[in-house]
């Protein structure tokens, strides 16, 4: 009885999931292997060329290099801004820290196209930030903000930064706050006392938001097409085009390159940060 | 089938035959084989671990044993999930529905039963008048006190008026008086209703003041079944006779036999004990603190010395060393005689008041 | 001694409200574009007008655009609440290697990038023949599925599983026991995990980019194709804030229904 009912619960969900999640995967996979055709979805010869050509062309690897350089700069920028954001946050009483965490989340429910817009609006050549300047005379001609890596980039990492925020300070508002009292009570400054206690306490935060900012980086082909323009591609829009070309092998491969870079990065986090020896020290 | 004080002339309500069961390596019950009569209380007693918890849950269907058959009122109902089975449960938590008031909460094993709501609305509050709590019908759980919500869980399990009650620990969070209070309202309930009760604690003084028979558990066995005087004097090895209260053990051999006893011979002096074996074999026989007497040290008995004494209000315990071990007796105060710590005494005991333990079953 | 003490918490509020603003500035921007009597975006704004969301709901592309993603969020809202309520009570009590290789496998859309997810399931599509809509709102149901499940998992790890045992004890079947005494007490759990299915289907972007189709698009799409092809235009300001009004009115309903703990501990 105990089983058929649990067969019932279990069934349904875990159809969806795997018909409609991991079969399609699999099934792109599967197709990476092949040739090409002009006439089919794919050809019929198995062949790892997808993945050689991209990985041997130095076109694709400076798109790689350039897609991990701008996830780096992100990456960098959500770190050093979302932490001391979420150290802010997380000392606030309680109340106050629910707050400040709903006003972060509100924008991550805004559609990252809207958020994308409005980083369009403020960088264009009409945008808000020229024609302010110019009407403070501190310019004579617009300036050319959008579409270029760096528009990319400003404004990929304040879409993404309240996830760092969040992942930070919920890990460090969980945190037990006699672990820094112990460590003042054994002599160690403010300062010492972040460096050596609370900092290696809150990796579990870090490493998460790390890995969902990077993450999403990779996959944020609305606002990199917008705010970087066709001069600034990066490997999620080649995907996109191999996809509108119909070159589903090489669509295919590309996007396993993509997921190599995520896992290998997640890989590289969990092997350098650790979290999983900070376990049970929250409250 | 295995029956162990079963009575041709009272069927029994609950019987278990051969019950085992396993989590993993381990075996949480261990053949166990008991018949319960009806209208009776039987009381599962044992320290955490033994198997008395999961014995309930196997009567109830919460588990299902791997070996063996649970019957209620002569019906196998071992494949049966609980909700098919003819009982109700009081839980340690007692469990009352957050999201019901007291009433509703009475009432929801009737509306499972499909009892009509006139019908539901009178024995909902009969059950409530049984246990006081009538006032309180339309509160909802978490406005209640601990002893409160106890006597709703009550309420809602007898309503039904199920072929047997089952509850696990249920007095365990309730303070001392409470619980005692508790007790005595438990017993009178039952036997006023005269329904058939089978009950897990670690208390031994609830078990014994509760319940019509008791059985002791131990790493998923029962060691004795019986009723609360029977296995508290006449308990049959060391760990029952520790589990129910304070014992005295002194070891000795069988030197000889005399109509119903054996004479033991014990490091210091020759007894005479109630039992039966056979001479040469070496034995451990237990008394009871409140049986040890104490007398001067020109009288005849156990040679001893006070170590401590312990004022303890009715009854004081003195703690005392002797050739055959520690000893401890209590003295009532209000015929205590004069002791002092250092004193030397004589110890002796009634030759009913001992008890044979089995060697074998340590 | 006083500049370290001082530093620290200057820095960090300092650090909050640069923050704060980049984060909030774009959004406001946008809201404040929609208002504009003007043909371009003049900031501060000259005046008020609401003649772009006139120019909205005028223009059957948009409309329809915002009803269909009003429609797949629904749709695609309930069945993942629902499939994931399964799992999480299927979940609740289980351990073990397996359970928690199903939890991972339920909770893997949210961290997976998306994106894959929408070039494979167009390949898939296009394989089998697969019409528009229900594909979309598939992928949406993959989408949406951790978050119907994640917090009724929450809810359901916290109900006292004498509960569900005292129901048994007095009779009520499985089924029974699920809508009289589960549901009853995960319904916080349920709801929330509802509504963040609904509004992240209402803003997905990255499985509707290559799902959609002629006719068949989404309100997040049609802003997207409309920047690309016809430049800035505040039309879109006006498609933008309806989808932020939208946000704004479902996060006080969550708030009110459920409380701001429950939606900040989901995360």
């Known amino acids: ?283 | 089938m295995n029956a162990v004080g079963s009575d041709m002339q009272h069927p029994a309500d609950v019987q278990l035959v051969g019950v085992r069961k396993r989590f993993g390596a381990v075996a949480a019950v261990n053949d166990v084989s008991v018949d319960i009569e009806r209208g009776t209380i039987f009381s599962l007693l044992g320290p955490s671990g033994c198997g008395k918890t999961t014995t309930l849950r196997l009567v109830a269907g919460f588990e299902q044993p791997d070996a063996g058959d649970v019957y209620i009122r002569g019906a196998r109902v071992t494949s049966m999930p609980p909700y098919r089975r003819d009982f109700s449960m009081v839980f340690q938590s007692y469990a009352l529905f957050p999201h019901l008031t007291v009433a509703e909460n009475v009432a929801f094993g009737l509306r499972m039963r499909r009892v009509a709501r006139g019908d539901r609305a009178r024995s909902v509050d009969e059950a409530l008048e049984l246990v006081k709590l009538r006032a309180l019908a339309d509160r909802y759980p978490r406005q209640l006190s601990g002893g409160q919500q106890q006597r709703v869980a009550l309420a809602r399990a007898i309503v039904v008026k199920p072929a047997v009650l089952l509850l696990d620990e249920p007095l365990g969070a309730l303070d001392k008086l409470l619980r005692e209070e508790m007790q005595v309202e438990l017993r009178s309930l039952q036997q006023r209703l005269g329904i058939t009760a089978v009950f897990v604690t670690h208390d031994q003084e609830e078990a014994l003041t509760l319940s019509d028979r008791v059985a002791v558990m131990r790493n998923g066995v029962i060691e004795q079944i019986g009723a609360p005087r029977e296995i508290y004097d006449r308990p049959r090895n060391a760990f029952v006779a520790s589990f129910l209260g304070a014992s005295n053990f002194i070891d000795g051999v069988v030197v000889g036999r005399e109509a119903a006893s054996i004479v033991v011979e014990t490091p210091v002096t020759r007894v005479s004990v109630p039992g039966d074996k056979a001479s040469g074999e070496r034995v451990r026989i237990a008394v009871r603190p409140e049986r040890l007497r104490m007398a001067r040290a020109d009288a005849q008995g156990l040679p001893a010395t006070i170590r401590d004494i312990v004022y303890r209000g009715p009854v004081t315990h003195f703690y005392m060393d002797s050739a055959s071990g520690p000893l401890l007796a209590y003295q009532q105060n209000a015929r205590a005689g004069d002791w002092t710590i250092g004193d030397e005494v004589r110890c002796a005991w009634d030759p009913d008041s001992a008890v044979v333990l089995d060697g074998a079953r340590e | 001694m006083k500049v370290e003490l001082t530093a620290g918490p200057m820095l960090r509020g300092a650090a909050t409200i640069v923050a704060f603003a980049l984060i909030v500035v774009p959004i406001v921007i946008v809201v404040v574009a929609a208002f504009s009597p003007n043909d371009y975006f003049q900031f501060p704004p000259p005046g008020l007008s609401i003649r772009w969301f006139v120019e909205f709901f005028g223009l059957q592309t948009m409309r329809s655009a915002f009803a269909l993603s009003i429609e797949l969020a629904l749709a695609s809202a309930t069945i993942a609440t629902i499939l994931g309520t399964f799992a999480a009570l299927f979940l609740a009590r289980r351990h073990g290697a397996i359970a928690a290789l199903l939890q991972s496998l339920f909770l893997a859309p949210l961290v997976f990038p998306t994106i894959i997810l929408g070039v494979a399931l167009l390949l898939l599509y296009k394989t089998i023949g697969m019409p528009v809509f229900p594909g979309l709102l598939l992928a949406h149901c993959v989408v949406g599925l951790p978050y119907g499940f994640r917090t009724v998992l929450a809810s359901a790890q916290a109900l006292d599983p004498a509960l569900e045992e005292a129901g048994q004890s007095l009779g009520a079947d499985p089924l029974r026991t699920l809508f009289l005494v589960t549901l009853p007490l995960i319904w916080p759990g349920v709801l929330s995990g509802w509504l963040f299915a609904f509004i992240v289907s209402f803003g997905e972007l990255n499985t509707a980019l290559f799902l959609t189709g002629p006719g068949v698009t989404t309100l997040p799409i049609e802003i997207f194709s409309y920047l690309q092809f016809q430049g800035s235009q505040l039309v879109i300001a006006a498609a933008s804030s309806v989808q932020i009004a939208l946000i704004v009115i479902l996060v006080a309903v969550i708030e009110r229904v459920v409380g701001i703990a429950r939606i900040t501990r989901a995360r």
């Open chain 1, 1 to 283: 009885m105990k089983s058929a009912w649990g067969w019932f619960l279990l069934t349904p969900p875990l159809v969806l999931a795997l018909v409609f999640f991991v079969v399609p995967l699999v099934y792109l996979f599967w197709v990476s292997l092949h040739a090409s055709s002009t006439s089919e979805l794919y050809g019929a010869a198995l062949t790892l060329r997808n993945y050689t050509d991209v990985l041997g062309d130095s076109f694709y690897l400076t798109i790689v290099r350039r897609t991990l350089g701008v996830a780096a700069v992100i990456l960098g920028l959500c770190l050093v801004i979302g932490y001391p954001v979420a150290y802010f946050v997380a000392l606030l009483p309680v109340r106050r820290r629910m707050l400040a965490i709903l006003l972060l989340l509100f924008p991550l429910m805004v559609s990252n196209v809207v958020r994308a817009y409005g980083w369009v609006s403020l960088l264009e050549r009409r945008g808000v930030v020229n024609t302010t300047l110019r009407d403070l005379h501190l310019i004579d001609a617009p300036l050319d903000l959008l579409y270029t890596p760096s528009a990319v980039v400003i404004a990929l990492m304040t879409i993404l930064l309240p996830y760092m925020v969040i992942s930070i300070a919920n890990t460090l508002a969980a945190l037990d706050r006699r672990y820094q009292e112990a460590a003042q009570a054994l002599g160690a400054s403010p300062l010492r006392t972040f460096l050596h206690v609370t900092l290696p306490l809150s990796t579990p935060g870090v490493a998460s938001g790390t890995l969902l900012v990077f993450l999403l980086t990779l996959s944020a082909y609305v606002t990199i097409t917008l705010l970087g323009g066709p001069r600034s591609k990066l490997l999620v829009s080649l995907i996109y085009d191999s996809v509108t070309a119909f070159q589903w092998p090489r669509a295919a491969a590309l996007a396993f390159v993509l997921l190599a870079l995520a896992l290998a990065f997640t890989g590289l986090i969990l092997a350098l940060l650790r979290p999983g020896r900070v376990q049970g020290a929250a409250r």
